[in-house]
């Protein structure tokens, strides 16, 4: 099982491994990372508030870092209504002019910050617009290191993918659809039991 969200990672990992027999791995903001490739020891975790408010999440910061660096937690919660309208695909000029007055501002108060981890499931999806914004600081994604981890569960075979996904008027099952399209994806979204459900053809595991 991969728990691939930032937030639970940081604050039920601990809890959920105990509570199931299956291996259970786990995505964190790459602090450590993000501070061995800060050329000024300053270095950002970009993550949705109730992340960057915890106490776990401090606590993991402050275990990551030496004495002379220092790690800045950004809410940026109101980038991720970008990734879930759709508006990096649907709007891309307006995604980039919001995403880069976020920048300017995180750099104005924190000039020294020259590595930066999107450290929610749907930044990562906005890095294109990152580097336009800040071309000079390096974004780390923190789902990088979950390929090494899930390396020694990995079996040769075929299988199935099913992607779930809820509904709402707002973003409706056509607007899923119409964002895979735009993504590239062959797949299409059906609904049953209010859930939006994605069946993939066969695949090599």
């Known amino acids: 099982m991969i728990l691939a969200s930032n937030a639970p990672g940081v604050v039920v990992l601990g809890p959920l491994r105990t509570a199931v027999s299956a291996p259970v791995i786990g995505v964190f903001p790459p602090v450590a990372e993000a501070l061995a490739a800060s050329k000024t020891g300053m270095v950002a975790v970009l993550g949705v508030r109730s992340m960057v408010t915890s106490e776990a999440m401090r606590a993991h910061a402050d275990s990551q870092r030496a004495a002379d660096s220092e790690v800045t937690l950004v809410n940026a919660s109101s980038l991720v209504d970008l990734v879930e309208s759709f508006a990096l695909l649907s709007e891309p000029d307006r995604t980039q002019r919001v995403v880069s007055a976020f920048i300017a501002d995180l750099r104005d108060a924190h000039p020294d910050i020259d590595v930066m981890t999107m450290s929610?499931?749907?930044?990562?999806?906005?890095?294109?617009?990152?580097?336009?914004?800040?071309?000079?600081?390096?974004?780390?994604?923190?789902?990088?290191?979950?390929?090494?981890?899930?390396?020694?569960?990995?079996?040769?075979?075929?299988?199935?993918?099913?992607?779930?996904?809820?509904?709402?008027?707002?973003?409706?099952?056509?607007?899923?659809?119409?964002?895979?399209?735009?993504?590239?994806?062959?797949?299409k979204a059906a609904i049953k039991d209010s859930l939006a459900h994605i069946i993939m053809q066969p695949t090599p595991a």
Do not use: M
């Open 120 to 187: 929610s499931t749907h930044l990562p999806w906005l890095k294109p617009f990152f580097t336009v914004a800040a071309p000079a600081v390096a974004f780390l994604d923190p789902a990088d290191s979950v390929l090494e981890q899930l390396a020694p569960h990995v079996s040769e075979g075929t299988g199935r993918t099913r992607c779930i996904a809820t509904a709402t008027p707002a973003l409706t099952p056509a607007d899923f659809n119409a964002a895979l399209a735009a993504l590239g994806t062959p797949h």
